[in-house]
């Protein structure tokens, strides 16, 4: 090692020591880290709703980084979980802060939202432990030893931070992947058939529907030497699932295989809005679609990249929107028949866990969710609650058309589906019972990204 070397890493454990674990630093700078958050055998899968965990078909990961110098640290974190939700959020966010030294709202924390992986809801598993239930959707002492582990992760990358000059922006498309749940029928009848593995020829044969073609990557770079690669694209990360193979399905095939590329890249996979975005056009289930779909998320990933253009990165700006949702009041869902559903031992075991997560989140109606963005100028990076349909990524970028956005979903995912008003009207949020959001909030979404974008004249 030279001297150098030894002198830099003397100076930033120095600073690390003396701030109480957090580098004190006139410049940027950027760590990142990784931690496996593989699901134990037994565990509940899409949170119950799925065969429980029987074997490991591959790792499950949370991928993070840390960026430094530009006031209190900024936290991205994209974790190989089905969801996140309402308190268990907010411990994990909080256990993050704490680590990097900074505070809950510059935590932006994602699940990339495979199904054959857990989902995280500490409020929703006490009911269920109150009324005979235990760990069916989550393994609460698990889930606080995974906390737990990344944040250790973190704060060890800390004391290997290193200068971030520049961040890239390039974006390529997709081919053959993802595709609108929604199909309009011969007669004008408009349904939601199309999920991530679909058998029906005439539903995969049907028009794509709205969708974002295009995969974005946002890179950081400390001079020539790129430092992290950070993919985005919209489309629920599926191929098949449900028999209890814990997975991160073919966007983790295709993030491993592009870090075999360069192993001095960090490189994180993204999910965006994707409520109602699936593979099912192009994937009818069978086992071997999903090297195939991994092999065209890694081409575009190479595409994206081969297209970068860098800028020297300056101000960095983190804005946080505060949002409230409306929760779904239709039958069967008001919090009375909810706490009756959830008592009845006669009900199936999911339908009671359902009602559990949906009175999880009435709970907390009164704790806006965050929406926060980081802007680097050119660039931006937004993150989204839970199963928000494409449209709101479409909408982001249409508020700031001047410059490049990023989107990820499935930040807080205690809501649920998210559908726009189209959808809404068309009776989307009636006809899923993942939904606990009432009908009407594409305005006070569109609202909250405009200010967490700095959108002009919003």
């Known amino acids: 090692m030279s001297k150098n070397i030894v002198s830099r890493v003397c100076a930033i454990l120095a600073a690390v020591a003396a701030s109480g674990g957090v580098p004190v630093v006139d410049a940027l700078e950027m760590s990142t880290f990784s931690a496996e958050v593989t699901a134990p055998m037994g565990h509940a899968l899409m949170g119950g709703g799925i065969a429980p965990a029987k074997s490991v078909v591959d790792p499950l990961y949370a991928n993070g980084l840390v960026l430094l110098g530009a006031g209190d640290p900024i936290v991205m974190v994209a974790m190989d ?25 510059r935590v932006l ?45 973190l704060k060890d990358s800390l004391g290997r931070a290193v200068p971030v000059t520049h961040y890239g ?21 408009v349904s939601f058939p199309r999920n991530s593995a679909t058998a029906d020829a005439a539903i995969r044969d049907a028009p794509i529907g709205e969708h974002d073609p295009m995969l974005k990557t946002l890179s950081f770079w ?26 991160a399905d073919f966007v983790g095939m295709a993030r491993r295989k ?18 109602d975005t699936t593979a099912g056009k192009y994937n009818d289930g069978a ?19 081969n297209a970068t253009e860098k800028h020297e990165i300056g101000d960095v700006t983190v804005r946080v929107a505060k949002m409230t949702l409306e929760p779904k009041s239709t039958a069967g869902y008001s919090e009375e028949e909810m706490k009756a ?26 704790q806006p ?57 068309e009776g989307f949020n009636d006809a899923h019972d993942w939904c606990w959001v009432a009908p009407g909030a594409e305005d006070r979404m569109r609202a909250a990204m405009a200010e967490a974008l700095g959108a002009p004249g919003q």
């Open 287 to 305: 086992i071997q679609n999903r090297p195939v779909l991994a092999d065209r998320i890694y081409q575009a990933m190479v595409a994206a990249w």
């Open 81 to 105: 979980w089905c969801e996140i939700r309402n308190d268990a959020y907010d411990a994990f966010r909080d256990a993050l802060a704490e680590a990097a030294g900074t505070t809950r709202e």
């Open 222 to 247: 400390n001079g020539d030497q790129a430092l992290a690669a950070l993919n985005f694209y919209s489309v629920h990360p599926m191929s098949y699932y449900g028999k209890g193979g814990v997975s």
């Open 258 to 275: 592009r870090q075999e590329d360069d192993p001095a890249i960090h490189q994180f996979y993204f999910t965006g809005c994707s409520g």
């Open 341 to 366: 559903i959830l008592a009845d031992t006669n009900a199936k075991t999911f339908t009671r866990i359902l009602a559990a997560m949906g009175l999880s989140f009435r709970m907390r109606l009164n």
């Open 169 to 189: 922006i390039g974006e390529a498309a997709v081919e053959g992947v993802a595709s609108n749940r929604r199909v309009v029928a011969a007669d004008g009848t």
């Open 109 to 153: 924390l994602t699940s990339v939202h495979q199904h054959d992986t857990p989902v995280a809801d500490f409020t929703a598993q006490r009911l269920l432990d109150e009324h005979g239930l235990p760990e069916a959707l989550c393994k609460v002492p698990y889930v606080k030893d995974c906390i737990a582990r990344v944040a250790r992760a």
């Open 369 to 425: 969710i965050d929406v926060p963005a980081v802007d680097f100028g050119k660039a931006q990076f937004l993150v989204m609650p839970a199963e928000s349909f494409v449209g709101y990524q479409l909408m982001a970028q249409q508020l700031r058309p001047d410059s490049f956005v990023v989107t990820a979903g499935f930040g807080e995912c205690a809501p649920g589906y998210i559908p726009t008003a189209q959808t809404s009207a």
